[in-house]
């Protein structure tokens, strides 16, 4: 039974020290690591190091949802949900106007080739129309009522538009529209 005391407390303990990490930033964590390194404390550089990265990829994500705008070329976004598995990270949301919507699907992380590649076998290998949206290359794939517009970003993620409501120019017209720029840094 203290066993079990002692394990509480240090649960507690540690739940209330982690508000005070929080409020530290990537700063503080990676030039930590160095100090630490230097005085020949490698297990606490380590730590302090996993802090670092973490604390990167959280402004990291907080700047990709950032650029999540809630109005787009007249297109209202719903609520945005985040999934982070196996090294990957995807942002999805939805806008609609006048009862259609528009699906958006952020893929990206350690695995962005994956993402990448996970996104065109969703398109069947098909082969669609090259266009040019916002300096990058995209993949445009009209079949019957759905259209998919794949836009290949410069930090080897996919940003997926994609529609069974609307056709292809207004996916596309929403697309050049979206703020590709701000999501991918």
Known sequence: MPDKLAVLSVILITGACLPAYAEEGPEEYCSAVIELYREGDIDAALEEARWCVKSLEQLALKQQLDGFSEQVDGWT??????????????????HTKDEKTIEVNLTTGAAGGMGALAAISQLGMQVGEKVRIKRRTALVNATGSKVEILVTLNNAGMLNFSSTSTDKDTVISFAKAFPINAIDR
């Open 77 to 94: 976004r719903g609520e945005i949900k985040q999934h982070k598995t196996m090294g990957m990270s995807t942002i999805e949301t939805s």
